[in-house]
Each structure stands twice: as C-alpha cells, then as structure tokens.
C-alpha cells in the first residue's frame, strides 16, 4: 500500500501562445478543450497540443515542436499556461519508392500517389494514401506495408520509401 497525498487541485488561469506565425493564435486556441476556470485537465492539454503538431505537420513542418511552460498561483489555485511553438522549416516531398512490386503496380500506386516531389509535403497524408492505395492491390493476396518516412535536415525534404509484401494468400 502506498499512501497517496493528492495536493492542490489547480484550475487554468490564462492560456497564452508564443512562436507561432504561421497560424493565429485564436485557431491554436480554438483546437484547445480547457478553458479558464476549469480543472487543470494535463491529460487533456497532451491530446490537445498532439493534434497542434499535427496540423503543423500538415502544413510541412514537420520539425514543429511544442513546449508547455505554467506559472502556479497557489494562493488562487490557477495555472496561466504559456504554449511555445517552435515551427522549424517546411519541409518539401523528396524521393517516393517503392518495393516489393511489379512495375506495372508500382506506376498505379505512384500515380495515387498526390504529392508532387518539391511540394510542400503533408505529413498526415501517408494515412489518407494507405488505404486508397490498398485498392488498387490485387484482392487475392493478404498485403503489408511498411513506411519509411525520411525527413532529410539538409534539404529539407521528406523521403518516402514503402516496402510491400505478401503476407499469405487470402
């Protein structure tokens, strides 16, 4: 048995955001569930803030990094949050490959395939592309897939390498 002493439940206070430029505050805001006055829910705030680099990550920034800093006011109970955003670069699409396929199902698959090589590249689009792509595999076979995504610091650029494999007939 362990004793547990639970402490001073603390309430959010203000909630600010800093390094962000490439979209505004109130948006960041918008895709935040606290609000001031409520419990401060730190659980909640790391769901919040992952879906914050996902939508960086959208946008090719895909070195975006969040930092959590809070200010404690025992007196009052609150917590003033201050979110700093450091975008980094924006990364572009680099090499597509892929391996373990034929040439004719490797031109359908590039084809499906949206993002251009020197476009800003999305890093939530692998998800979409995978399951679309998965269609265009002949249905008697049992597939697998295992991405590789490469960001390259130098070039900034993302290297996309996807590795198939028959697992069994179906």
Do not use: C
């Not at 409520?38 to 769901?47: E, F, M, S």
């Not at 391996?99 to 359908?108: E, F, K, M, S, Y």
Request: glycine share 8%.
């Amino acid at each position: 048995e362990f004793a547990v002493a639970q402490g001073q439940q603390y309430k959010v206070g203000a909630i600010g955001w800093m390094g962000n430029t490439e979209f505004p505050s109130d948006k960041l805001q918008g895709m935040i569930h606290l609000k001031p006055g409520q419990p401060a829910d730190t659980v909640q705030l790391g769901k919040d803030l992952a879906e914050v680099k996902t939508l960086y990550g959208s946008k090719g920034y895909v070195n975006a990094s969040v930092k959590v800093e809070a200010q404690f006011d025992d007196r009052a109970g609150t917590a003033a949050i201050q979110i700093g955003i450091k975008e980094d670069y924006v990364y572009h699409m680099g090499d597509l490959e892929f391996r373990g396929l034929d040439n004719g199902l490797t031109a359908r698959l590039r084809e499906a395939w949206k993002i251009r090589q020197g476009e800003v590249y999305d890093a939530t689009y692998l998800d979409q592309y995978l399951p679309e792509a998965n269609k265009l595999l002949p249905a008697s076979l049992d597939w697998e897939v295992v991405s590789h995504v490469t960001p390259n610091i130098r070039e900034k650029t993302v290297d996309v390498d996807l590795q198939y494999s028959v697992k069994a007939p179906k």
